[in-house]
């Protein structure tokens, strides 16, 4: 394949030809550089101490590293090493050994992530379950100004945050009731990062059938940790599926 290119453009335009199918899913190219100089760049620029404090938030200072690590652009002991060099690292390692857990499952499994690996640990009040993403979720049209932005973002960058990840995934299997899978290679569709180990070994933790719970969130969490941004201007503020106790939405949502 070629590798030298006079513009970004002209490396677009080389890609679309070489991989007509990804036009299927749209033409939107993600500002994401690859390359070991870009990966290198934002390594650098990995605050530790920061991330701890400040992750679950979106704007929190996340690394972006993912799509380098998947590709393996850069090796997770590398990142690793360069973490443990600085002070309060603990919460970041912890998060590179999730992924180094999912990656060993995966090599155990293989094929095997695309199946339930246990039980849900809830049965939800209502028996039916779709097995397609339904439309208004994949064209951001629920209304829904969160869920919306999530795959708005998804779509055009090729990235979503974690928690937002975590959300969307509880969102689409609980209260839409749509099986992990579809959702999973929705998710594997347009991801920069897309993995199907880190993937669908989230969605399972999320759907209880690889952890102790199903995950839940609610409107104060996510309002929360988004500065609001997304409920200030929601068409369904008022009728807000999320705007419950925790109480209230498993008895809403599970026997
Ligand atoms: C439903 C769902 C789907 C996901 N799909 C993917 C996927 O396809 N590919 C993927 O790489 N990650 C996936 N993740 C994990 C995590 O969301 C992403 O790794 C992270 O958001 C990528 O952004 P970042 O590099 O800025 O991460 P940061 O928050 O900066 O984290 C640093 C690094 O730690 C690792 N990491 C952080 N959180 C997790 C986690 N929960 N599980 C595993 N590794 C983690 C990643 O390598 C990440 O690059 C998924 C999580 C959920 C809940």
Redesign the pocket.
């Known amino acids: 394949m070629r590798r030298d290119f006079g513009s970004r453009a002209e490396l677009v335009d080389y890609v679309k030809q070489e991989f007509p199918e990804c036009l299927e899913h749209g033409e939107q190219v993600s500002e994401t550089r690859g390359g070991r100089r870009a990966a290198e760049a934002l390594l650098e620029k990995v605050n530790p101490d920061r ?1 701890a404090r400040s ?1 679950n938030f979106l704007s929190g200072a ?6 380098y ?2 590709h393996g652009v850069l090796s ?1 002991g590398e ?1 690793r090493r360069r973490a443990l060099a600085k002070p309060n690292h603990e919460k ?1 390692v912890n ?2 050994a ?2 180094d857990y ?1 990656r060993r499952v995966y090599g155990q499994i293989g094929e095997g992530v695309w199946k339930d690996r246990e039980e849900p640990k809830r049965r939800w009040r209502s028996a039916r379950e779709q097995t397609a993403l339904p439309e208004d979720i994949a064209g951001a049209r629920t209304g829904l100004a969160c869920m919306d932005g999530f795959v708005s973002e998804l779509i055009s960058t090729g ?4 928690h937002a ?2 959300w ?2 509880s969102y689409v299997i609980h209260w839409r009731r749509v099986r992990w899978q579809a ?2 290679k929705f ?2 569709t347009h ?1 920069l ?7 669908n070994l ?2 399972q ?2 759907a209880s059938t690889f952890g102790a719970k199903p995950y839940l969130f609610n409107r104060e969490n996510l309002e929360k940790y988004t500065d609001g941004k997304f409920c200030r201007g929601c068409a369904r503020a008022n009728d807000c599926p999320f705007g419950k106790s925790y109480e209230q939405i498993d008895e809403e949502l599970f026997q």
């Open positions: 991330y992750r996340v690394t972006r590293l993912a799509p690590l998947r997770l990142v970041l998060e590179y999730w992924r999912w990235y979503v945050h974690n990840r975590m969307f995934a959702a999973a998710f594997l991801l990062d897309g993995d199907p180990a880190s993937n989230s969605f933790w999320v």
